[in-house]
């Protein structure tokens, strides 16, 4: 690639800057410019209906100021202005904002749109940087300064016309145009001059936009052109500094945040960054960035996948699934140590009642935006032992912790067949195909319990008596005492040859509420090369539970170990053939 080509951006000499020890406070006045500056970005630009439509969603979201249209730059943009007007779509608290050029026919045509509204802003703009005076306009910095001045003083001129004889209450918006390009000095100057001309005060300020129109350097850069134009303004408390940055170098959102540190009041931007090029900074990246940070952003993205879809629809562009806060997978884990630390913060929070969000490599609470938990953790070939259980939780299994690393792989080995992530019900149906589908060779065909006291003892003992049947053989009858259910079928277990199975340990819990509740029991036991195996039962009796792990546990040694004790010889059952 060439070197010593493009002009590197030059920095604002300003050594004492403040806004590096700042922190964001307090939400910024938002202004949704969708349906202007994201509107002429579409490939199809958006119609009527869904312009009305994205207009409510903004309404509802909660923007107060909503760039409508260029009414002066086309017959279509004039008639949808009129409509919103017309047709009563704009609610009190909401000020309507149209954008037109320092253009003298343009400026009229603007005031004509804008009659029978209640609050307007006219945003009124012309280009001021270096590139731009040399190449497009061909004019120097007087000539440019001439075309803002001329423009401000129409704009005043026809604003006191209309508010002598309607109640419409107008406010004033100036961009110098491009000026992240411009000298510092000469933004400031010919801002101060539009000020001037349109009778800037404390009680009516005017809104300065200060545009990155074109994104030229690291948002440090942005930001220190911002603190310079707020320290240098004669009448800053006379104006209100907006931002509209764009997002060429990818940093829209951090020019932003650099630049409310930097004395900004404003911010101009559109939903998921839609714009011109690589687009305009993102409001919803924008302001969820604040509310993790305990700020009231003032906006309501609490069914961010509503405004996602009102978006898509109406746009005909996609939200990527990376994208901050909405993307599909941004609350998705596959790496098996994220997924473990998400668990056990989920864990944490429940067994500590926190009211602080506390969850690892989650920086929101996904319910706070209206997203589901199901999505959370994925599972593919590159997640760990703790995905799968967390997966196998929201389906009410609890598995013991010993246990994870043996289904984690079971899990694993199919992600790797199959080259692909495995969905939430996918998980399930292995756990559910390695564990509970387990029908032999062993199958418990009859069983009963029942309490002995031992004379001269004073526990009670466990007998257990049952008919068991191994690989549709014959079935013969089996018996066990001990000081419990699951120590009684061990012990008759034992009886017929199964002691090289050594039982490790046993857990359950309730997976259904009510009458009709189902306990599952997850049984730890060795096989004879001591490798531990696990097994799970599922009943309305714990105690069958118990056993119908044993087995599924033994029965799975059976299936998967190289070397398995023989089945054992015993006499068929009374009666049996």
Avoid at 173 to 183: D, L, V
Avoid at 438 to 455: A, D, M, W
Avoid at 512 to 522: F, I, L, T
Wanted: proline share 5%; glycine share 8%.
């Amino acid at each position: 690639m060439k070197t010593n080509k493009y002009f590197p951006f030059v920095p604002v000499d300003i050594p004492d800057r403040t806004w590096p020890t700042k922190t964001i406070e307090k939400a910024p006045v938002w202004c949704s410019v969708d349906l202007r500056d994201g509107n002429q970005a579409l490939i199809d630009p958006m119609n009527l209906e869904e312009k009305l439509e994205m207009f409510q969603t903004l309404v509802d979201i909660g923007i107060k100021e909503i760039e409508v249209g260029f009414p002066s730059a086309s017959e279509t943009e004039y008639e949808i202005l009129r409509t919103l007007i017309e047709g009563n779509y704009i609610p009190d608290d909401v000020t309507i904002q149209v954008l037109v050029q320092c253009r003298e026919h343009l400026i009229k045509r603007t005031f004509e749109a804008v009659e029978g509204a209640k609050n307007v802003i006219i945003h009124f703009y012309n280009s001021t940087s270096t590139l731009q005076r040399k190449v497009v306009f061909k004019k120097d910095m007087d000539g440019i300064t001439d075309i803002a001045v001329s423009g401000a003083r129409l704009v005043k001129k026809l604003s006191d016309e209309l508010m002598q004889h309607s109640d419409i209450h107008i406010r004033y918006e100036y961009s110098p145009e491009s000026f992240s390009g411009t000298e510092p000095d000469y933004a400031v100057e010919i801002c101060q001059r539009v000020l001037d001309e349109l009778g800037a005060t404390p009680e009516n300020p005017v809104i300065l936009n200060l545009p990155s129109t074109v994104e030229g350097s690291t948002p440090n850069g942005y930001a220190d052109q911002i603190e310079y134009f707020c320290r240098h303004l004669k009448d800053r408390d006379s104006a209100i500094i907006s931002l509209h940055p764009h997002n060429d170098r990818g940093t829209a959102v951090a020019a932003a945040e650099l630049g409310l540190l930097a004395g900004a009041d404003r911010i101009e931007g559109t939903l998921f960054g839609n714009g011109e090029r690589t687009g305009n900074v993102d409001l919803v990246t924008l302001a969820l960035n604040m509310y993790t940070q305990n700020v009231d952003c003032k906006l309501d993205f609490s069914n961010i996948n509503h405004v996602k879809e009102v978006y898509e629809r109406t746009t005909k562009m996609q939200v990527g699934p990376r994208q901050p806060y909405a993307g599909e997978l941004v609350f998705t884990a596959f790496s098996g140590s994220h997924q473990d630390a998400i668990n056990k913060g989920k864990a944490y929070m429940a067994e500590t009642y926190s009211d602080r969000w506390e969850v690892p490599y989650l920086p929101i609470d996904p319910a706070d935006v209206g997203r589901e938990y199901e999505p959370i953790i994925r599972i593919n070939s590159q997640s760990g032992k703790g995905g799968a259980a967390y997966v196998m939780h929201e389906f009410g299994f609890k598995m013991p912790k010993a246990m994870h690393p043996e289904f984690g792989a079971v899990v694993q080995a199919a992600c790797e067949k199959t080259g692909k992530e495995l969905k939430g019900q996918e998980v399930f149906d292995l756990f559910i195909e390695e564990y509970r589908n387990v029908c032999g060779p062993y199958k418990l065909l009859r069983h009963k319990f029942s309490e002995e006291k031992e004379e001269h003892e004073a526990l009670t003992k466990v007998h257990f008596t049952g008919t068991l049947q191994y690989n549709g053989d014959a079935p013969v009858e089996i018996e066990g005492t001990g000081s419990g259910p699951i120590e009684a079928f061990c012990q008759a277990l034992n009886k017929i040859g199964l002691q090289e199975y050594r039982f490790v340990d046993y857990s359950e819990h309730a997976i259904s509420r009510g009458s009709d509740s189902k306990a599952v029991s997850y049984i730890h036991i060795q096989n004879p090369e001591g490798k531990d195996v696990f097994g799970i039962g599922i009943s309305h009796n714990i105690n069958y539970a118990s056993m119908k792990g044993l087995l599924c546990a033994i029965n799975r040694c059976q299936k998967n170990c190289v070397r398995a004790p023989q089945p054992p010889i015993f006499e068929p059952a009374e009666g049996a053939k």
